[in-house]
């Protein structure tokens, strides 16, 4: 069955970087749409970033814009988050997602296959 394992979670002071990894296994995801989304405390899950597959072409909305960068690594069947100049408001839980096809690619509800999730805490 489809596994996404997220991993590189931890505490960083502000200003500092992460690398979040998301491990995907199971079947192919040559035409997915792999996808970032985090969740505050307290606050519904929101979009962060996705990039097509097929194509390695990404999209972000909102704080990621200018801050974080998706990418992909096709050998590893891996996808990546690198977060820069992180912010305490970046903190929460941050999930891997994947869909074949999404009407929408910002929506959560579109994502079929989610991870577990890892934690992401910014001191000030």
């Known amino acids: 069955q489809v596994q996404l394992v997220e991993s590189g979670g931890g505490l960083v002071e502000a200003g500092g970087s992460l690398r979040l990894s998301c491990a995907a296994s199971?079947?192919?995801?040559?035409?997915?749409?792999m996808a970032w989304f985090r969740q505050a405390s307290g606050k519904e899950r929101e979009f962060v970033a996705a990039i097509r597959w097929a194509s390695n072409s990404p999209w972000y909305e909102g704080p990621a814009k200018g801050r974080f960068t998706i990418s992909r690594d096709t050998a590893k069947n891996t996808v990546y988050l690198q977060m820069n100049s992180l912010k305490p408001e970046d903190t929460a839980v941050y999930y891997c997602?994947?869909?074949?096809?999404?009407?929408?690619?910002?929506?959560?509800?579109?994502?079929?296959?989610w991870g577990q999730g890892t934690q992401v805490t910014v001191s000030s």
């Open positions: 997602a994947s869909d074949p096809d999404p009407a929408r690619i910002t929506l959560r509800e579109e994502y079929d296959y």
């Open positions: 199971g079947r192919t995801f040559v035409d997915d749409v």
